[in-house]
T-cell receptor
């Protein structure tokens, strides 16, 4: 089966610019997660979707970050405007049934804000 | 909300050595995850376990639910095992929100 697809792999932008990341989960996986991984740290959950509904966005900086999963399949994460501290790897993961099958992660998008 | 602690943060060993990485968490969970991340690479799931022990090749993961503690062991370590190993647990003890809280990872280097 195809894995979780993410694009772009790398992105360099200037501070105050906007950027968007795309994720296509494994077919049939209802649950989708976005994580932020700052260099040297473990990933931190930004948002969890169940189909096209938001389950948890308590750690999403909503003043600048937004995410959507309109048709319950692929998802987009946006940052506007970007700050230097947003430099990180943005990981997407999906799950069919986390209790029995766990999670599958994408390769991530490495964002550098200069 | 779950807190996940991992140790050691960095570990360098010689090829062939037995490796142990420890993980503790604060809130009761349904399952704990061990993951592997290579430099520049994505995250690969190694184990998901809720009790006892699991083995896959030279990797062994154990968990003690009562003590809220898990260990990842690598037998006959090899340079290709060099990676960051991350322990992760569900953020909350129940409900629909089931994102993971990750430890900071253990950076393992196996020298030939």
């Amino acid at each position: 089966e195809a894995g979780v697809a993410q694009s772009p792999r790398y992105k360099i932008i200037e501070k105050r610019q906007s950027v968007a990341f795309w994720c296509n989960p494994i077919s049939g996986h209802a649950t989708l997660y976005w994580y932020q991984q700052i260099l040297g740290q473990g990933p931190k959950l930004l948002i969890q979707f169940q189909n096209n509904g938001v389950v948890d966005d308590s750690q999403l900086p909503k003043d600048r970050f937004s995410a959507e999963r309109l048709k319950g399949v692929d998802s987009t994460l946006k940052i506007q405007p970007a700050k230097l501290e947003d430099s990180a790897v943005y990981l997407c993961a999906s799950s069919l049934d986390r209790l029995n099958y766990g999670y599958t992660f994408g390769s991530g998008t490495r964002l550098t804000v200069v | 909300k779950n807190e996940v602690e991992q140790s050691p943060q960095n570990l360098t060993a010689q090829e062939g050595e037995f490796i142990t990485i420890n993980c503790s968490y604060s809130v009761g969970i349904s399952a704990l995850h061990w993951l592997q991340q290579h430099p520049g690479g994505g995250i690969v799931s190694l184990f998901m376990l809720s009790s006892g022990k699991k083995k896959h090749g030279r990797l062994i993961a154990t968990i003690n639910i009562q003590e809220k503690h898990s260990s990842l062991h690598i037998t006959a370590s090899h340079p290709r095992d060099s990676a960051v190993y991350i322990c992760a647990a569900p953020m909350y003890s129940g409900g629909g929100a089931d994102g993971l809280t990750f430890g900071k990872g253990t950076h393992l280097i196996i020298q030939p």
